[in-house]
């Protein structure tokens, strides 16, 4: 959306949610922890607004006209890999910076991080990101493709199952798959516990 002198994009809380208080307070949270880590690989949040009592919410944050990741390697495949290293390493630069803050992102994966205009990657979408200080397990949060063996098992997040989901991103970035097959929940679980990773030269 266009704004005078600014480019922005605004992410809307859906209306049917809009009365609902938890989701509400999760989208307060969401841009909370955004506005509260400040980084040049973090998509930097400027605004967060409610029209009226039970109407919508929105974030406001800065526009990344590159698009997501996932949507990059969709369409022109899995990047060299020196680049796909130099953008695991501002993956990297992003999440210190979140934990640095006591903010664990939870859903690390392509669609959640962002290109900027200039090529730099940012980390973005922490709707589902808690404080490292409070999060106790009760909740499993992720994607299922790029979440941790332990919580699979109610394991509490902190920074480690963030750095296991930007290993698992990294490895889409450079092959342009994910270490271990989709499939039913239950497989994807028993191999992310169990399975032997194969080094991506050896996936030939």
């Known amino acids: 959306k266009n704004i005078p002198g600014l480019e922005v994009a605004i992410k809307v809380c859906n209306e049917e949610f809009a009365g609902d208080e938890d989701r509400v307070r999760k989208f307060q949270e969401e841009a909370r922890f955004m506005a509260q880590v400040s980084h040049k690989n973090v998509v930097k949040v400027t605004d967060y607004f409610q029209v009226g009592v039970g109407e919508k919410v929105a974030i406001v944050m800065e526009y990344c006209p ?60 922490f709707g589902v990101a808690v404080d490292m200080r409070e999060d106790d397990g009760a909740i499993i949060a992720g994607t299922p493709l790029f979440m941790a063996p332990e919580l699979w098992d109610g394991g509490a997040s902190d920074r480690r199952t963030d750095v296991y989901a930007l290993g698992c991103t990294a490895h889409v970035l450079a092959t342009g798959a994910t270490p271990f097959p989709d499939g039913t929940l239950p497989k994807i679980a028993r191999a992310h516990k169990t399975a032997r990773y194969k080094r991506p030269e050896d996936t030939s």
């Open 66 to 125: 590159g698009g997501d990741l996932d949507q990059l390697i969709k369409a022109q495949g899995p990047m060299p890999w020196e680049k796909a290293v130099a953008m695991a390493r501002e993956i990297c630069e992003g999440l210190n910076a979140a934990h640095e803050a006591s903010v664990i992102h939870r859903d690390i994966k392509p669609a959640n991080l962002f290109l900027r205009g200039n090529g730099v990657c940012a980390v973005g979408d």
